[in-house]
């Protein structure tokens, strides 16, 4: 019995383990099929039929000023008139983008689009292609295109897959030549294409060096890692609370004076301790399968989730403050505490752990609460369940320690009115953090009741009062009166009261950049006074790249799109910092690339990639072709630093908002 159930629990902790997947250049999460069907006796349809890969959405029709919308541009339309573009086999969302500034709709898993023909005659022509755009929590794609070639009502093209698989290949290119160039040069066209394309646009290889090559490290095992760095900040805060922290002593003696052999009290607090892990991990993994994936990533622009969330961190914070108290029903306790006593053994233990998460859920369930409403608004399906095991791990480490050294027992600090004051400072905190999701709401709806600078004034309130509290200026109904201030308080309270001070110039347009993922976008603000951006000193790049040499400087480039949500979130937040701006600005040539631009080019390019023709048509296509071919990468945003040669000088970064990384990236460039 005993190998059992230490093997119960290894099992059980050994699989929350994994090896995330490796980060693929070439990204493919939208595959496309390509069908012509008559309808009836004049009337046809093209279907085009997507599926998404988990994690990824392709935007809808009729989307004007923001992502790439999908649509269907002709070519050739003769014997035939096109109707509107519509769609089935899918389930369109609607959220707001505060990036954009607008409601967006979408697809996820499925969809086709269908384009409806009305045949004019016998003989017809339809060619063109379909285009569409799709993202995912941390990068865009450059549209994709798919041809279609219909004659006759039989199908003159072939169906495609959506992207093009494998390493891309060394390219060839050949222009397309115009009747009045073929008549009066001949091939010469070709030829000056090719020389436009010069070793400039070869295929690279990456250095891997041990300085920068830990650089590119995945964001998602970045955001894993912080979500389980949340969730012990939780548990350690839940601990001194006054619901867990006096039972502590309690519990731990409990399990060694029950049995007179101490090696066995102490294994009945390990597996007490583990059990209080168990119990809090499925409870992630309970938050998991009823939301799903999807839903877990709709949560951060659905409006109606984020007014449920304001309410319901605001209703934990009153709770806190003493307004009222949050309770289960004491039967639930009593019934799961007297069938533990009556279990005895494993299931005993484990019962008497989940009679300690009832007891103490008036303080650990507003903490719980708040953590899960952060994870599960940042769309990774692994986050419930990563921030409850810290939680777990760290509500469970005294159980353990305390059991090895009952002698510490005896150091703790007593149970006191400074409990109370913990449970006052997070109310505090999370009441400023249900603002944010308000602020979602409004966007949403457009009340325009919290602006940038309105959401600025209340925070710099709360971060005042915070402080008065601290100095013990302000009183709530279970402090006790403060005779004098210690020196954990006063520094708190000077941290507050600086970080209030910190947000005053953000009233006039400051980016404060340490709030920037949780105030209203710059977009709201009534009054700005700030304008320092950077910009690019080119958008062309054999353009930049000679003026790169001319000059002497590395160049740096920036894979960029109009639609791409997450480059205007790296504008933001890490290109606008004062020290990465000026090593841009007076170290590198910056070129960016939007590989959404609709420009058309002076004339179509096609390019053999990958065993099939591709045809470049707009500015956009180029830039998208270019980050393709010479880096074997296709998302955005992207970034790469080049020598006068094209040759690259670090491994290339993709979407971070580690300012500290990034600054360190440019300057590994520059070595």
């Not at 649509?71 to 899918?90: C, I, N, P, Y």
């Not at 050949?174 to 030829?191: C, I, K, L, N, P």
């Not at 939007?594 to 180029?622: H, Q, S």
């Amino acid at each position: 019995m005993k190998v059992r159930s230490y093997s119960f629990f290894i099992f059980s902790f050994s699989l929350l383990f994994f090896v995330l997947p490796a980060f693929a250049q070439i990204q493919e999460p939208v595959k496309c099929k390509v069908s012509w069907a008559e309808t009836g006796d004049h009337t046809a349809e093209i279907r085009f039929a997507l599926t998404i890969d988990r994690g990824w959405h392709v935007y809808s029709t009729d989307i004007t000023d923001g992502p790439v919308a999908a649509e269907v541009t002709f070519e050739t339309l003769e014997g035939a008139e096109a109707g509107k573009l519509t769609f089935t086999d899918g389930k369109e969302q609607n959220h707001y983008d505060p990036m954009f500034g607008m409601d967006v709709r979408f697809f996820e898993e499925q969809v086709t689009f269908v384009q409806p023909i009305t045949l004019t005659a016998d003989d017809y022509q339809v060619t063109g292609y379909f285009q569409y755009g799709a993202c995912n929590e941390s990068n865009c794609l450059p549209p994709a295109s798919e041809e279609f070639d219909f004659k006759g009502g039989q199908q003159a093209g072939k169906s495609t897959d959506g992207a093009a698989s494998g390493e891309p290949s060394l390219f060839r290119l050949s222009r397309v030549a115009t009747e009045e160039e073929r008549s009066s040069t001949g091939q010469q066209a070709d030829a000056n294409a090719l020389a436009a394309f010069s070793s400039l646009w070869e295929p690279v290889v990456f250095p891997q060096d041990s300085d920068s090559s830990s650089l590119t490290s995945n964001p998602k095992t970045s955001s894993l890692w912080g979500i389980f760095l949340a969730g012990v900040l939780g548990g350690l805060l839940a601990l001194v609370t006054p619901c867990v922290w006096p039972i502590i002593p309690m519990t731990v003696s409990f399990f060694l004076k029950r049995s007179k052999d101490k090696r066995r009290g102490r294994r009945d607090a390990y597996l007490y301790g583990a059990s209080i892990v168990v119990i809090y991990v499925l409870l992630g993994l309970l938050i998991t399968l009823i939301f799903g994936a999807s839903a877990l990533n709709a949560l951060s622009t659905a409006a109606i989730p984020n007014i449920f969330f304001f309410l319901l961190l605001l209703v934990f914070g009153f709770s806190f403050l003493g307004a009222f108290e949050l309770t289960l029903p004491s039967s639930w306790s009593t019934s799961v505490d007297g069938k533990a006593e009556k279990a005895g053994g494993l299931l005993g233990i484990f019962l008497m752990a989940f009679t300690l998460t009832l007891v103490s859920f008036s303080c650990t369930g507003p903490i719980i609460g708040f953590l899960l409403v952060e994870v599960g608004t940042t769309g990774n399906i692994l986050g419930p369940t990563i921030g409850m095991l810290g939680f777990a791990l760290a509500l469970a480490l005294p159980f353990t320690l305390f059991a090895i050294f009952p002698a510490w027992l005896k150091s703790v600090p007593r149970s006191g009115g400074w409990m109370n004051t913990v449970k006052v400072v997070l109310a505090f905190v999370e009441i400023a953090f249900s603002l944010k999701f308000l602020s979602v709401a409004d966007l949403a709806y457009g009340w325009g009741i919290l602006s940038r600078p309105t959401f600025l004034c209340l925070w710099i309130v709360l971060a005042l009062l915070l402080g008065c509290y601290l100095l013990g200026w302000i009183r709530f109904k279970h402090d006790d009166k403060v005779e004098h201030v210690g020196v954990v308080r006063f520094s708190l309270a000077v941290i507050s009261l600086a970080f209030a001070l910190y947000m005053v110039p953000g009233l006039w347009g400051a980016p404060c950049k340490a709030i920037s993922a949780f105030a209203p976008p710059m977009t709201t603000q009534d009054f700005n006074l700030y304008d320092k951006t950077v910009h690019a000193q080119y958008m062309d790049y054999d353009q930049g790249m000679a003026y790169a040499r001319q000059v002497g400087k590395p160049a740096m480039l920036d894979f960029s799109g109009y639609g791409c949500v997450n480059c205007r979130k790296m504008e933001q937040s890490v290109l606008s910092d004062d020290r990465v701006r000026d090593i841009i600005n007076h170290d590198y040539v910056l070129i960016t690339l939007i590989v959404d631009d609709k420009t058309p080019l002076a004339a179509p390019i096609r390019v053999e990639e990958n065993g099939k023709t591709v045809t470049l048509r707009t500015i956009g296509d180029k830039w998208s072709y270019l980050q393709r071919s010479k880096f074997g990468a296709n998302a955005q945003p992207f970034y790469v630093l080049l020598d006068a040669d094209g040759r690259p000088l670090a491994p290339p970064r993709s979407y971070d908002e580690d300012v500290d990384v990034f600054l360190t990236w440019l300057k590994n460039g520059l070595k």
